[in-house]
């Protein structure tokens, strides 16, 4: 059983999506993550195994090298999508209730900017460490961060920015959730972004890469 489990962390983590996948090319005509997660769970491993023993750790991996600048966005986002292609195989049981997640996070680039490339990659990263990803897209109001709170009382939020013009508008809906939802939990992120700015506008931690945020969200758990 360990095998299999090593062997779909090591397609997630070298961005092997499936057997017809040409990446990487020292993995080509093999199985990928996608036909590894569907023989794991039809052989019995429970779908929450195949997340904390495979694809958590290979995530781990992935954010590690990452920030190490040992890879880039276009090996990040191939992981990406290999973990992705084993979720879609688990996905399923979190819906049903039969696993369990470990909590929500709500994401979304702020009013006015379009950027989602480093959106996209923290929510892949802290979908893959195990949470419920809810992404409201780019160009989110306010407005919109607050209802999806209502939906998902509880879940932490997540803000990106990549304007210096925008970084206004991340303020303001950081002052505006504080205000509905006092014990909330937001992290900011994004390149104009500091560390010295998230304390600013009271949001609670800032990370300049994906895998601190996870990181982060590891602690709110323990």
């Known amino acids: 059983m360990n095998d299999i489990l090593e062997k779909i962390a090591l397609c997630v983590e070298f961005g092997k999506i499936n057997k017809v996948s040409p990446y990487p090319p020292n993995m080509k005509d093999q199985d990928g993550a996608d036909e590894l997660a569907k023989r794991a769970l039809e052989e019995g491993v429970r779908p929450d195994e195949i997340l904390e023993s495979a694809l958590v750790p290979a995530m781990a991996r992935v954010g590690e090298k990452f920030t190490k600048k040992e890879i880039y966005v276009p090996q990040m986002l191939m992981a990406a999508k290999a973990m992705n292609s084993a979720m879609a195989h688990l996905k399923p049981f979190f819906q049903s209730g039969e696993t369990k997640r470990k909590g929500k996070f709500i994401v979304g680039t702020v009013a006015g900017d379009l950027h989602d490339i480093g959106k996209n990659l923290v929510a892949m990263m802290i979908e893959g460490g195990g949470w419920e990803v809810i992404d409201l897209g780019v160009d989110v109001s306010t407005e919109k961060f607050l209802g999806a709170m209502e939906e998902h009382p509880g879940a932490v939020v997540g803000l990106s920015a990549l304007l210096t013009t925008t970084m206004e ?54």
Request: charged share 25%.
């Open 169 to 222: 508008n991340m303020k303001k809906t950081v002052s505006a959730i504080k205000e509905k939802h006092a014990s909330s939990k937001i992290l900011v992120g994004g390149a104009p972004v500091t560390r010295e700015y998230c304390e600013k506008i009271g949001a609670d931690f800032y990370a300049p890469d994906p895998q601190g945020a996870v990181n982060y969200l590891k602690t709110l758990v323990a």
